[in-house]
């Protein structure tokens, strides 16, 4: 079968494309941005995506054309898509139906720590040697890609509660059917599609009805959003995890590199690994509670945690230059912007913190983290903003109390040029953004040996 998938260089539908050719799919694609990583999975497994939405792309006929939900009435490529009549679904609409319905499906939501969680779980399960698929919206350093078709019965995906498609306006999540599921903690957010927290709740208990009884939901203890969530009706037994939950930690490092865990008050064992802060503490947990729900006991799943290299763009290190650090995550709400600092700075102490941020979410870019955004950023030493020209908000007034902490700028060049002049050996710059933020990690990298840091 042949499948045109639009938008096909986005995580998730990249991830479609190839599991749909590791079913022996023949797979086309387009998309306005066509850029790495996501564009050279797809090249090494003989994808080469189009560039643009262009009518001419459906030329000869698919046999079904797979809609992302970047797509918009009015798009060239969606209107004559309508008016030939082409077979079309949404992409969680094509994973159910050719893949999840065979499948006992971890599904791992929430607002923050998605990516992680599914990264760790998928890792878990196979160092297990349970051969998982997985469809994640990141590249688990672990496997180097973003989806795997695995075998059965496991598959881990990470469940989103963004809209499905412009002919369907459920969340993306209603769609997957999970047994295993983990919730984090549940904030506003996509303000571009929900009013507020209320309709985003309502999304997540469509997704609580699906879940059988022998099923497990997974969840943070003392969460006021998800209790309300769970009020609302709930058919499936859960375990909650954080303080004063079923399952607990105590750090033994500040940084929560090491932490020893319990399960209902009893001591399970110690955990020592390569990943900071108090969320990937609690995302451990959750990964934990979960695996044991698919049979993997828990001191195994802690011996396989301890391998665990991460999520690229999750504090991803991305080169030192005279003893200047550059980091990249991908960060764009205040709650993890707060949450990477806070383990960044557990983790170097009284050493400096540059903290430069691109909004780039529909949400950031509104005025809706008025009073939480720069409260977010006070762990760092000084914090340097891309301004775009359709920010809706006024970042002088936002960082009014900074002072000569912040820095902003409508261009990255000028951003990169004084960050690479203040910086000095010792220093942790932390680029955190959801998209490519114009190459800044190259370009700071560039700047700081021109600039002699090397010396």
């Not at 022998?214 to 003392?222: C, E, K, Q, T």
């Not at 995550?329 to 990477?340: G, K, L, S, V």
């Amino acid at each position: 079968m042949h499948l045109h998938i639009l938008g096909i260089c986005g995580t998730f539908m990249g991830g479609i494309a190839l599991l749909a050719r590791a079913l022996g799919h023949q797979v086309t694609g387009s998309d306005a941005n066509v850029y790495p990583p996501m564009s050279t999975q797809l090249r090494e497994v003989g994808i080469d995506p189009m560039e643009g939405f262009e009518a001419a792309h459906l030329r000869p006929s698919p046999d079904v054309v797979v809609v992302g939900n970047a797509m918009r009435r009015g798009m060239p490529v969606i209107e004559y898509l309508l008016d030939r009549g082409l077979p079309y679904v949404s992409g969680p609409e094509w994973l159910r139906e050719n893949l999840l319905g065979t499948r006992w499906v971890l599904a791992v939501a929430g607002t923050h720590g998605k990516t992680s969680v599914a990264g760790m779980l998928a890792w878990v399960l196979e160092d297990a040697g349970l051969e998982p698929g997985f469809l994640i919206g990141g590249v688990p350093k672990n496997f180097g890609v973003s989806a795997q078709l695995g075998a059965a019965p496991f598959f881990v995906v990470e469940a989103d509660e963004y809209d499905t498609a412009f002919f369907d306006k459920r969340s993306k999540f209603v769609h997957y059917r999970p047994r295993t599921l983990v919730i984090n903690d549940l904030e506003f957010d996509h303000a571009d599609i929900f009013d507020d927290l209320a309709m985003i709740q309502r999304q997540f208990h469509h997704l609580v009805r699906t879940l059988p009884g022998s099923g497990l939901i997974v969840h943070p203890a003392g969460s006021p959003a998800l209790d309300q969530v769970l009020a609302m009706g709930c058919w499936t037994p859960g375990e909650t995890v954080g303080e004063g939950g079923d399952w607990s930690a105590q750090p033994e490092l500040a940084d929560s590199s090491r932490f020893r865990v319990w399960l209902r008050g009893e001591p399970v064992g110690t955990l020592e690994w390569d990943q900071i802060g108090g969320h990937n503490k609690l995302n451990a947990l959750a990964t934990l509670a979960a695996a044991r729900h698919v049979g993997v006991p828990a001191r195994q799943t802690m011996a396989a945690l301890s391998r665990f290299e991460g999520i690229k763009r999750r504090m991803e290190l991305r080169g030192e230059v005279g003893g200047v650090r550059v980091y990249d995550d991908f960060a764009h709400h205040p709650t993890a912007i707060a949450t990477t600092l806070e383990g960044l700075r557990r983790r170097v102490g009284d050493e400096r913190i540059l903290a430069i941020l691109e909004p780039r979410s529909n949400t950031m870019r509104q005025d809706v983290h008025r009073g939480s955004l720069a409260a977010s950023l006070e762990l760092a030493d000084r914090v340097y903003l891309f301004i775009p020209e359709d920010l809706g908000w006024a970042p002088a007034s936002w960082f009014a109390d900074f002072g000569g902490r912040f820095t902003g700028s409508r261009r990255i060049d000028e951003l990169v040029d004084r960050i690479a002049t203040e910086a000095r050996p010792g220093d942790h710059l932390l680029v955190m953004s959801n998209g490519g933020f114009g190459g800044i990690h190259e370009k700071l990298l560039e700047a700081l040996v021109a600039g002699g840091a090397a010396d």
